[in-house]
């Protein structure tokens, strides 16, 4: 079974701190995503990346960056929380091709106060 | 711009009965669709896919797809509904981005689906 895990189910952190969220996969997937998900809004792609070092912006990308320095592992980075952060936030991994599905992990739901 | 659409924000239904959540489309090109179901406090699952071929794509938890290229449309069938069915639906199209071969998706807003005994 594809096996995607994120750092933390649930967060909590106050205006002005950097947050980490963590995702790895364990099916050698070449691509890897972040998204966040908002009642009524569906999910809204943050970044992804198609390979070790390499990201490419989503559609909402600002105040947000990115890192995957190993196959396995995609990060996102909130480098000064805001309010407007507070969202449910997806990780997602599939094979480079058209036609193959994404897999995606439990979620991390994200509180900024 | 291409775009999905999923026109109910949730379906009711009774248990045993039939369900339908709607879906349709605006791509450039091929559709690519998909189908994810989202349980409570969990991540998306895959549930099935239309790359080509029979316009009725079966799927996991026997759940159906029927695509309708003259509609634009991809509707999520089951011909008798569970209880444990009930989840937030999505509906995705593989965006098209030139030649990029990234698989990104667009997905809907979701529909809730209720199914009550």
């Known amino acids: 079974d594809v096996k995607v895990t994120q750092s933390s189910r649930y967060l909590v952190k106050r205006t002005g701190e950097k947050v980490f969220l963590e995702c790895v996969q364990d099916?050698?997937?070449?691509?890897m995503f972040w998204y966040r998900q908002d009642p009524g809004l569906g999910l809204r792609l943050i970044y992804f990346s198609y390979d070790v070092k390499m990201k490419e912006k989503g559609d909402i990308p600002e105040g947000y960056s990115v890192s995957r320095e190993k196959k396995e592992r995609f990060s996102l980075i909130l480098e000064s929380a805001s309010t407007n952060q507070t969202s449910m936030y997806l990780c997602?991994?599939?094979?480079?091709?058209?036609?193959?599905?994404?897999?995606f992990g439990p979620g991390t739901r994200l509180t900024v106060l | 711009a291409q775009s999905v659409a999923q026109p109910e924000d949730q379906v009711n239904v009774a248990e045993g009965n039939p369900l339908t959540v709607k879906c349709t489309y605006s791509v450039s090109g091929n559709p690519y669709l998909f189908w994810y179901v989202q349980y409570p406090n969990r991540g998306l699952q895959f549930l099935l896919k239309?790359?080509?071929?029979?316009?009725l794509v079966k799927g996991s938890y026997g759940f159906e797809a029927e695509f309708n290229k003259s509609q634009t449309s991809f509707h999520l069938k089951k011909p008798s509904a569970l209880v444990s069915d009930s989840a937030l639906y999505f509906c995705a199209v593989r965006l098209y981005y030139g030649s990029s071969n990234t698989g990104k998706l667009i997905f809907g807003q979701g529909t809730t689906l209720q199914v009550k005994p």
């Open positions: 099916m050698d997937h070449e691509n």
């Open positions: 997602a991994s599939s094979f480079l091709g058209t036609y193959n599905e994404q897999f």
């Open positions: 239309y790359i080509t071929g029979d316009n």
